[in-house]
C-alpha cells in the first residue's frame, strides 16, 4: 500500500511566523511531489510543486523535497490569517506518473 | 479561461436511487480524473480517462460506479444504487495531458439519506 503521511494537525502559529507542512511518502521511486491548499468547503488550489531534491522558493512558500529520507515540506514566511486552510500533500506513484496519491492533509490556523 | 466545471454542487438523493455527477474540464486538457474525498481525509483516486478511453478504472470501489467521458470532454461519474458510505465530496480534475499539473474543479457533494 502506497501511502503518503501527514500530520493533522491543527498547527497553530501566530501571524507573521513561519508555518512548516511536512510529508513523508513510501513509494521511493516517486518523482513528482504537489503542495495544494483547500480552503474549507473549497477545492484544492496547487500552490507548489517540486520535483527534484532541495528547495523551491515561489514568494512566501518554500517546498523542500529530500527524496533519499522521502520527505517533501512546505514552508510558509509571513503567515498571514489568510493562508489558515488545509494543505494537501500529494505524490505521483511511479509506475503511473498521472495518479496522485493524496495525505489527508494538515490544517493550518494563523492567529491573527 | 474558464476552469473545471462540476454540476450539481450539491445532490441529495435516497439509498437505492442511481446519481449521475458531471465534469467540464478546462478546454484542450486530454486527461480527466475522478476522485472521492470524504469528510476529514485526504483525495482518494477513482478513474482516469486520456481522451474518451479509461486506461486506469482501478479506483472504482465497486462495480456500482462507473465513468464515461465523451467529445475527449465532458465526463459523467454514474453510482447506481447508491449507499450511505458513498457520502462524500466527488471532485474532478483535468490535466493538459497525463504528467501534467491536475486543475480541480470545485466538487458536488453528495449525500446519501
Known amino acids: 500500500q502506497k501511502e503518503v503521511e501527514q500530520n493533522s494537525g491543527p498547527l497553530s502559529v501566530p501571524e507573521g511566523a513561519i508555518a512548516s507542512l511536512n510529508c513523508t511518502y513510501s513509494d521511493r521511486g516517486s518523482q513528482s511531489f504537489f503542495w495544494y491548499r483547500q480552503y474549507s468547503g473549497k477545492s484544492p488550489e496547487l500552490i507548489m510543486s517540486i520535483y527534484s531534491n532541495g528547495d523551491k522558493e515561489d514568494g512566501r512558500f518554500t517546498a523542500q523535497l529530500n527524496k533519499a529520507s522521502q520527505y517533501v515540506s512546505l514552508l510558509i514566511r509571513d503567515s498571514q490569517p489568510s493562508d489558515s486552510a488545509t494543505y494537501l500533500c500529494a505524490v505521483n506513484q511511479m509506475d503511473s506518473s498521472y495518479k496522485l496519491i493524496f495525505g489527508s492533509g494538515t490544517r493550518l490556523l494563523v492567529r491573527p | 479561461g474558464a476552469g473545471v466545471s462540476q454540476s450539481p454542487s450539491n445532490k441529495v438523493t435516497e439509498k437505492g436511487k442511481d446519481v449521475e455527477l458531471r465534469c467540464d474540464p478546462i478546454?484542450?486538457?486530454?486527461?480527466l480524473y475522478w476522485y472521492r474525498q470524504r469528510l476529514g481525509q485526504g483525495l482518494e483516486f477513482l478513474i482516469y480517462f486520456q481522451g474518451n478511453s479509461a486506461p486506469d478504472k482501478s479506483g472504482l470501489p465497486s462495480d456500482r460506479f462507473s465513468a464515461e467521458r465523451t467529445g475527449e470532454s465532458v465526463s459523467t461519474l454514474t453510482i447506481q444504487r447508491t449507499q450511505q458510505e458513498d457520502s462524500a465530496v466527488y471532485l474532478c480534475?483535468?490535466?493538459?495531458?497525463?504528467?501534467?499539473?491536475?486543475?480541480f474543479g470545485a466538487g458536488t457533494r453528495l449525500s446519501v439519506l
Open positions: 480534475a483535468s490535466s493538459l495531458e497525463a504528467e501534467n499539473i491536475q486543475y
Open positions: 478546454s484542450g486538457h486530454t486527461a
